[in-house]
């Protein structure tokens, strides 16, 4: 059974699971029907229908002092794959539709240079200025962690706040302690533009 987690929690990811070298970082989300009614005629004249909001998932490769090291240490769309081999992502979803994951992570934990403390979750909206979109406008996102040798889900955390008016996620992030990996739901909220701009932050 996987453990559900409340913002602010933490959980050991390698203690508990021995052997766990590799692991599938799932997030989520869906669009919010807007109103106007439904059925037929709802769609119909445009009520029911969901905003197209493109959330990218990113991973922000962090060092000592929860600094970013270097930019190739940030994992997103334009750059599905870390230098080292250890952080994949594997690819972007557009509009958040359908049932699941909307994008995946596969993090081999065995591979991760020494240097990187910490590997931070974050979920961000695609020209949100420009477009005006929030995290409002979402619902239902999750982050997840998958055991992908036996595909069982090792731990899952809802973002259940009210993210109205801001425009960046921190879902969660995994990070070293001594020998081990531990999970925290972190759960916060920016009103970051953009990626570049939550990068600035870990600089």
Request: charged share 20%; aromatic share 8%.
């Amino acid at each position: 059974m996987a453990i559900n987690l409340q913002k602010g929690q933490r959980v050991d990811l390698t203690k508990s699971n021995p052997g766990l070298s590799k692991i599938l970082v799932g997030l989520g989300w869906d669009p919010v029907q807007s109103g106007g009614g439904g059925g037929f005629f709802g769609s119909l004249f445009g009520g029911g229908s969901a905003p197209n909001i493109d959330c990218d998932a990113s991973v922000i490769m962090l060092g000592a002092n929860d600094k970013l090291q270097n930019n190739k240490d940030v994992i997103y769309f334009a750059n599905l794959r870390s230098n080292d081999g250890s952080v994949q992502h594997t690819g972007d979803n557009l509009t958040g539709d359908g049932d699941g994951d909307d994008e995946q992570i596969i993090v081999d934990l065995s591979k991760v240079p020494s240097r990187i403390q910490k590997l931070v979750f974050v979920v961000n909206i695609y020209d949100c200025v420009k477009r005006k979109q929030h995290f409002g406008m979402i619902q239902n996102a999750f982050i997840r962690v998958v055991n992908p040798g036996n595909n069982q889900e090792l731990i899952h955390y809802n973002l259940s706040d009210n993210y109205g008016g801001l425009t960046c996620l921190v879902a969660g992030e995994i990070y070293r302690h001594g020998n081990e990996w531990k999970f925290a739901a972190v759960g916060t909220g920016t009103t970051a533009g953009s990626l570049s701009e939550i990068v600035r932050s870990y600089s």
